[in-house]
């Protein structure tokens, strides 16, 4: 994300670090089950959705 901010000049706020923390944490454990298995529900879904949101609007 720093990197791409660099690159479009915006800044980077919480919310966003956030986001990106967040939906990192949830990549890794789908793209990685045998580390850590991840059982969400709905609002956890729902706001992989809107942390996906959020980030796209600024790129």
């Not at 919480?14 to 789908?30: E, P, Q, T, V």
Request: net charge negative.
């Amino acid at each position: 994300m720093e990197e791409v901010a660099k690159i479009k000049n915006f800044q980077l706020n919480d919310k966003i670090l956030d986001c990106a923390n967040y939906l990192s944490l949830m990549y890794l454990g789908s793209r990685y089950p045998e580390e850590e298995i991840i059982d969400m529900d709905r609002s956890e879904g729902e706001k992989c959705v809107r942390c996906m949101e959020t980030i796209l609007s600024i790129i």
